[in-house]
């Protein structure tokens, strides 16, 4: 029997993780085609069979229970849901958003981003595929359905995440859009910034622009962290407050510490965003 083979092309949770990074590349670089967001309100608004469906993969995803045996059963539930869809129709609308994908953007480009939960949104799409046919490989979508159970039964460490003002630009946007750019944004800047300057912009469009060119983003990330030491090291000669002056000591020498290997960490990303929060602060003091 053969496996299930993957396709992101028709895993309905790949697609739209892809097309809230693309929203979100949208409002960065000032795209007024919108042509993700459209896409998104055309094929995911409510009732449509894909977003149906994209609230299974949701639930699969986030949903967390205790014991594996509440878990199992929780598994085979979501996919009684599933198999209760309109799969014709679901079908239907799937074809003609990859069509609309398609014609909108580069598909090798769109594919190429990396997807963190990759693993996990692939069991998913091969367990709701055993349901519909009668021949497969047992022991790969058994798998996989062990990947979802050791999903939502692991601990997870819990956030307070807060507003990042970075959305006050979208706010008169639809909610569930805004929502959807926000969603990429805090899955790496957890902290809460003021009103970002154009700095601070431009290494938010760097790393999103650059997430499948890891060389590419490294190299614009020790030249920012080199002309950020720098510009605090002259901001430092205009300061004598003490306390602001130990503030910008260990700035400095967290940024000089960082050791950047194959490719530039989330957590680096946000070292350097607040390095250059701190700058703003300060230069908003020397000019008053």
Request: proline share 0%; aromatic share 8%; net charge positive.
């Amino acid at each position: 029997m053969k496996k299930i083979k993957h396709s992101k092309f028709k895993n309905t949770g790949v697609l739209f993780e892809l097309l809230v990074r693309q929203i979100t590349l949208e409002v960065l670089n000032g795209d007024k085609t919108e042509n993700a967001k459209k896409i998104v309100k055309e094929f995911f608004s409510n009732g449509k069979e894909l977003n149906k469906e994209l609230r299974l993969y949701e639930l699969l995803q986030n949903e967390k229970y205790s014991s594996e045996s509440r878990a199992e059963k929780f598994v085979d539930t979501v996919c009684e849901a599933y198999l209760k869809l309109n799969q014709n129709e679901l079908r239907k609308e799937k074809y003609n958003l990859i069509k609309s994908i398609n014609e909108s953007f580069d598909s090798q480009q769109f594919m190429s981003s990396p997807i963190k939960n990759y693993k996990v949104l692939a069991s998913i799409y091969k367990v709701f595929e055993s349901k519909k046919i009668k021949e497969y490989d047992i022991k790969d979508v058994f798998n996989s359905k062990i990947t979802l159970i050791e999903n939502i039964t692991s601990k997870t460490i819990s956030k307070t995440i807060e507003s990042d003002k970075l959305v006050e630009t979208y706010k008169k946007q639809d909610k569930d859009i805004r929502l959807l750019t926000y969603k990429i944004l805090v899955e790496t800047f957890n902290k809460k910034y003021t009103n970002l300057d154009s700095s601070q912009k431009e290494i938010l469009r760097e790393y999103i622009n650059n997430i499948s060119n890891t060389s590419k983003f490294k190299e614009y990330y020790v030249q920012k962290i080199t002309q950020t030491i720098k510009e605090l090291l002259e901001s430092k000669k205009q300061i004598k407050d003490k306390v602001t002056s130990i503030k910008l000591n260990e700035t400095i020498s967290v940024l000089k510490s960082q050791k950047i290997g194959r490719t530039v960490s989330d957590t680096q990303v946000s070292v350097l965003m607040l390095s250059q929060e701190l700058l703003k602060e300060i230069n908003t003091k020397i000019n008053g």
